[in-house]
C-alpha cells in the first residue's frame, strides 16, 4: 500500500487488504484492532475510489449494528443515514446487499419498523432490478417481507403466557 513503486490499483489493494485484516482481528476479539478498523473505515468514508468508500461503509454500518445492539438510541438513525448513503456498484456487490439485509433485519428486531422500511427501499431501490438475476434475488431476499408470519404470531402467543400446543407450531 505505502510502497513508492506501487501502482494505483496496488494500493487500493493494500487498503482493502487493511481494511479486511482488521476485520478478521476485531471479529476474533482484538479490540485494538477493531478501533483501528473503525477510525480506518471513518478516514476513508469519503475516499474517491469507490470501493474503498463502499467498504468503510459496510465496516461503520456493522459498527452501528452493534452499537443498535448494544442499546446506543442513536444507532438506528447512524446505520439509516450510512445506508441512505450508498450507491449502486458497476459490479456485483453482494456484501453491500447482505449487509443492508442485516441491518434491515436487525433494526426490525428491535421493532424499529420505520427504520427498517427505509432500508428495504434503498436495497430495493439499488439493486431490485439489477440486471444480474443473482444480485436482483438476492436484494429481494435481503429486502424481505413486511408481514409478520404465523410463527411470530405463535411466538408472541408464548410470550404472552398462552399455551401453544406443540402441534401449532
Known amino acids: 500500500q505505502a510502497h513508492p513503486e506501487a501502482t494505483d490499483k496496488q494500493r487500493v489493494d493494500g487498503l482493502r487488504g487493511q481494511l479486511q485484516a482488521l476485520s478478521h482481528l476485531s ?40 452499537a443498535l445492539q448494544a442499546g446506543r438510541e442513536s444507532a438506528a438513525d447512524q446505520i439509516v443515514t450510512l ?35 427505509k432500508v428495504r427501499e434503498k436495497i430495493l431501490e439499488l439493486y431490485g432490478n439489477s440486471s444480474d438475476a443473482m444480485i436482483a434475488q438476492v436484494a429481494a431476499d435481503a429486502a424481505g417481507t413486511a408481514k ?12 404472552e403466557d398462552e399455551k401453544v400446543a406443540l402441534s401449532r407450531w
Open 27 to 66: 471479529a476474533m476479539g482484538d479490540l485494538a484492532a477493531a478501533k483501528a478498523l473503525e477510525s480506518l473505515a471513518k478516514e476513508n468514508l469519503t475516499s474517491g475510489e469507490p470501493s474503498i468508500a463502499g467498504d468503510s461503509r459496510i465496516v461503520l454500518i456493522g459498527f452501528a449494528i452493534d
Open 148 to 159: 409478520f408470519g404465523p410463527a411470530s404470531r405463535l411466538l408472541a402467543a408464548i410470550l
Open 83 to 117: 445506508i441512505q448513503g450508498m450507491t449502486a456498484s458497476d459490479t456485483p456487490d453482494v456484501p453491500a446487499v447482505l449487509m443492508m439485509g442485516e441491518a434491515r433485519q436487525s433494526l426490525a428486531n428491535y421493532g424499529m419498523i420505520d427504520h427498517a422500511a
